[in-house]
């Protein structure tokens, strides 16, 4: 890793960049940054979290495919960006529950091993029961309590 303050000719700052070999990509990666007080870990981890977010967005938006959802409105975009994060996120809530190869999964993933699955919706006055075919992936929504899960609805 090197660590060094940098100037460029029109910013009147001093900058900071780091250079991170090793970080599991065939380039060191290049952070640049104007903040002069924490420590290169920090920083390092900082950019990590904010690059897994982005790829999570990423992943979510060609999962669900967000290009489908907005017409041509520019203002919708923010809207069909955040139901898409929410829909992410309301599938990895089942794959950690289930954990093994969904704790860490992408979307696409836990649909293909958890939700693509046929079966029908019941809905009673104050019950929805969902019913599954049996399928190999089974054993891992038993073991997580799902077929004994009772959810009260508002």
Known sequence: MVDEIAHLQDYPDPIRQLLVKNSGHDKPA????NQMERAPRELIDRCARR???EN??????????????????????????????MASVLYRLPGARVG???ANAEAQTIFRHLARHPGKVIIIRDEIIVQLRVCANDNYL???GYPDSRQKIP
């Open 100 to 102: 093994k190869t969904c």
């Open 51 to 53: 690059i897994i977010s």
């Open 56 to 85: 999570i967005i990423r992943n979510a938006i060609n999962f669900f495919h967000m290009d489908s959802l907005s017409p041509v409105v520019p203002i919708r975009i923010n809207v069909d960006v955040q139901l898409t994060v």
């Open 142 to 144: 038993i073991a997580a």
């Open 30 to 33: 290049v952070l640049i940054t």
